[in-house]
């Protein structure tokens, strides 16, 4: 037993199973079809590209820092070591965001897998919509019943629970790809693969690619595929809980090559299955319905069975996630002690307790997006953004130290990836991470105490107000849709 609360320990297969299972949710179920939205096939494998050597890059740097600085558990460790207490704040409110959002989509996409069974009950096709008043209770109260289960059975039954969810979900996934294998057409993949496109409501024309419309198509995905690896870090972010501290980078290294594996086979493969123009317009969760439109309704039913296993089982993991660097900020007075108060069974609280309050909130404003999923998406995209960023700049920082191209490197590829990643697919989501923040701000001055923040911390926070102030005017006039 951990000194902490009494949390068991966690071992090797455990946190693989952690990180695939944290990335593993509704992303991979749904990216395909987003990915035909927005880009033809060929624009499609050089994003993959991109995304490989970002993420790659991502995934050595916490492996490093878990081997170098075991000391330090997960990215507000990082973010304070290397930028200090506001940044460590920022990372962690941002970090927190990120999670409640990502749990948002997980919860929306549950109720549209459910919406399959609507053939034999009529009353569950309500759940496709993804803010209909049925979709809105539905994801309320079963995000309280995962929170009860955490606080009731804690972060090591869930564990134990994630591993076998794992095998069976990553065997689901291999039964599409055969399936894939079988139906793939190669005059249907060659079809548009090196071609501008243009989605008009969506009735799809293509045209000979230019580099503006090579751009146009490379950012229309970014955040999607992105979105699939939000949750690589979850072994660093246990880090306290590991039963050895090598096991963070063997299961951060391990979980990262299967994830890029299966990311891009199965984005791929349905490009050659169906033509893009059908890809681009059936219905959400779309590996689902790929299946139905090839394979027939049992296979569709199988698909959505091993999806709503597969979303219980990323919920569960992402549950805990977004709590813990509140429960750590809280450990080195940052944020307020009651974000780290833990029960018998070492889950944290008040930090659960919180997290669904905000999400709750969130719920709410989903009457008033068009693109309920796509928004909860973009919002947990670009949060957990600003926290890699951080995680980035203390490795860049440790490798200029050291006077070390192997260490700074990636720190550095890190946070360029970062940073383009949101300037061509997100500044609006960006944008809207502020108003997080400056409640952040506010556990932050209330905890530290203003006489204790320095001048720079101050202006960071004023400029970001100003940010969150303008985003606010922005919604209220229309200038920033959701």
């Not at 995962?146 to 990553?170: C, D, H, P, Q």
């Not at 947990?380 to 490795?395: P, R």
């Amino acid at each position: 037993m951990d000194e902490k609360g009494g949390a068991k320990k966690i071992g090797l297969i455990a946190l693989i199973s952690g990180v695939v299972t944290s990335c593993l949710g509704s992303g991979i179920f749904n990216v395909s079809t987003t990915l035909a939205q927005g880009s033809t096939i060929g624009v499609t494998i050089v994003a993959w590209i991109f995304v490989m050597i970002g993420i790659g890059a991502l995934s050595w740097v916490f492996t490093s820092l878990s081997r170098t600085k075991p000391e330090l558990n997960g990215v507000t460790d990082y973010a304070y070591a290397g930028s200090g207490k506001l940044a460590a704040a920022s990372s962690g409110i941002s970090y927190f965001v990120s999670g409640f959002s990502g749990n948002l989509a997980f919860l929306i996409m549950l109720s549209q897998a459910i919406s399959i069974f609507s053939r034999y009950v009529p009353f569950l096709a309500a759940f496709q919509e993804g803010n209909s008043p049925e979709t809105l209770i539905f994801i309320s109260l079963f995000s309280w019943l995962l929170t009860w289960g955490v606080v009731k059975f804690g972060a090591e039954k869930v564990s134990s629970f994630n591993t076998i969810v794992t095998v069976f979900k990553v065997g689901a996934l291999f039964v599409f790809i055969i399936f894939g294998i079988i139906f793939f057409k190669s005059g249907i993949f060659t079809a548009h693969f090196w071609q501008n496109m243009t989605n008009n409501m969506g009735h799809l024309t293509f045209s000979e690619m230019t580099f503006s419309g090579f751009m146009s198509q490379f950012g229309a995905g970014l955040l999607s595929m992105i979105f699939l690896f939000v949750g690589i870090e979850s072994a660093s972010m246990l880090g306290d809980r590991a039963e050895k501290k090598s096991d963070i980078g063997k299961a951060t290294m391990i979980g990262t090559v299967v994830l890029f594996f299966l990311y891009f086979v199965i984005s791929v493969l349905p490009f050659g299955m169906l033509s893009q123009a059908k890809l681009a317009t059936i219905s959400q969760p779309g590996l689902v319905y790929v299946t139905e439109n090839t394979v027939g309704p049992l296979g569709s039913a199988f698909m959505s069975i091993a999806l709503i296993i597969t979303l219980v089982g990323a919920l569960l993991s992402w549950f805990l996630l977004p709590v813990e660097p509140l429960q750590r900020l809280s450990e080195q007075n940052i944020f307020p002690k009651w974000m780290g108060k833990t029960n018998s069974v070492g889950a944290p609280v008040g930090s659960l307790v919180f997290t669904q309050v905000l999400l709750q909130a969130l719920i709410l404003t989903l009457i008033f997006t068009d693109s309920a999923y796509q928004f909860a998406l973009s919002l947990c995209t670009v949060a957990i953004v600003i926290s890699y960023f951080f995680v980035g700049m203390y490795q860049l920082k440790l490798g200029l130290q050291q006077h070390t191209a192997k260490v700074w490197l990636p720190g550095l590829i890190v946070v360029v990836f970062e940073i383009i990643a949101v300037a061509v697919s997100g500044l609006e989501y960006l944008a809207l991470s502020t108003l997080v923040l400056v409640l952040g701000f506010g556990f932050y001055i209330y905890t530290v105490g203003s006489n204790k923040i320095k001048k720079f911390e101050w202006l960071m926070m004023a400029i970001v107000t100003i940010i969150a102030i303008g985003t606010v005017i922005g919604l209220m006039t229309g200038a920033i849709a959701i």
